[in-house]
């Protein structure tokens, strides 16, 4: 079992563009959960998902971000017309139920120009 | 809200000597507390949770319901110690983690 697997794991765009960041969970699980990390702080949540459903969107900025993990497929953060402030490490977890360990992916860094 | 504070961001100890990672957490129920660490180049992975009781590596941690803590102690650390740990909170009918800001752990030999 590879783990959990994020790409790319390096991201750069111009402010305006769009950044995709995707994420594929560990065989057999189905619940996906992502983190923002910025510079010199902790992990921050933003959302979990089941497959083809959305359960817990409270961390999420309210404008230019998603996220969907559709039946066949990565599950997928994306951030539209991005901004200097969106630059951070992003992390994906999954787990198999929704109360067992979360097991992390390595990390999308997305930097903005 | 709830939160989780680790206070020191940086912590420097030698090899063989005791080592504790302080963190605190707000919330008035009951919460599930766990330790996470980082070793360098390596993913998040969890070192151990309050309610498995459990030694990791040498690791041991309490959960003091009164003071809010869940200190994470070692009784003599080892160089291949050295990592970032965070402290993070689970709390009851959630499923996401809340996580301190970390506790970069440097061993000297």
């Known amino acids: 079992n590879a783990g959990v697997m994020q790409n790319p794991r390096h991201l750069v765009r111009r402010r305006g563009q769009e950044a995709r960041l995707r994420c594929s969970p560990m065989?057999?699980?189905?619940?996906v959960y992502w983190y923002r990390q910025l510079p010199e702080e902790g992990l921050k949540f933003m959302v979990y998902l089941q497959k083809e459903n959305i359960i817990d969107e409270s961390g999420m900025p309210k404008e230019r971000f998603s996220a969907e993990f559709p039946k066949e497929g990565p599950s997928i953060l994306r951030i539209q017309q991005v901004v200097r402030g969106d630059s951070a490490a992003y992390f994906c977890?999954?787990?198999?139920?929704?109360?067992?360990?979360?097991?992390f992916g390595p990390g999308t860094r997305l930097t903005v120009l | 809200a709830q939160r989780v504070t680790q206070p020191e961001k940086l912590l420097s100890v030698f090899k063989g000597a005791p080592v504790e990672l302080k963190c605190n957490y707000s919330y008035s129920g009951s919460p599930e507390l766990f330790w996470y660490v980082q070793y360098s180049r390596q993913r998040l992975q969890l070192l151990l949770r309050h309610i498995s009781r459990e030694s990791i590596k040498g690791f041991t941690a309490d959960l003091n319901k009164g003071e809010t803590s869940f200190h994470l102690k070692k009784p003599f650390a080892q160089e291949e110690d050295s990592a970032m740990y965070y402290c993070a909170l689970r709390f009851q009918g959630a499923q996401k983690l809340v996580f301190g800001q970390g506790t970069r752990l440097t061993i000297n030999p």
């Open positions: 977890a999954s787990s198999s139920t929704e109360l067992t360990e979360q097991f």
């Open positions: 065989k057999g699980h189905s619940h």
